[in-house]
């Protein structure tokens, strides 16, 4: 059974930073593609950053402050948030997709999902 945990979220300060974290079981790295979403109160959806293989994307509205990386041997992909800004406040998703050869923001590909995580910045 796949399963996607994420965790990580807290309240910090604008300027701040976090660690979220997304565990992974049931299935390896290899094929699957991972993604980090967002979903602010009363607004869509929106993807963040994604990886597949040794591929990393980042969204404009973000690039300069995120970073996803993962740790195959702890099997959890990470998205490192710097500078943090009022509007990065969100409950922040993982995703999954496996017999994949790229990634993807459009959360409707993605086959499966975490229960998020909340980070709120305060200004």
């Known amino acids: 059974e796949v399963q996607l945990v994420e965790s990580g979220g807290d309240l910090v300060q604008a300027g701040g930073s976090l660690r979220l974290s997304c565990a992974v079981s049931?299935?390896?790295?290899?094929?699957?593609?991972i993604g980090w979403f967002r979903q602010a109160p009363g607004k869509e959806r929106e993807g963040v950053s994604c990886?597949?293989?040794?591929?990393?994307y980042v969204a404009d509205s973000v690039k300069g402050r995120f970073t996803i990386s993962r740790d195959n041997g702890k099997n959890t992909v990470f998205l490192e948030m710097n500078g943090l800004k009022p509007e990065d406040t969100a409950v922040y998703y993982c995703?999954?997709?496996?017999?994949?050869?790229?990634?993807?923001?459009?959360?409707?590909?993605?086959?499966?999902w975490g229960q998020g995580t909340q980070v709120t910045v305060s200004s």
């Open positions: 995703a999954a997709r496996g017999y994949a050869d790229f990634c993807s923001f459009y959360e409707s590909w993605y086959e499966y």
């Open positions: 049931g299935f390896s790295f290899d094929g699957y593609a």
């Open positions: 990886l597949f293989s040794s591929a990393r």
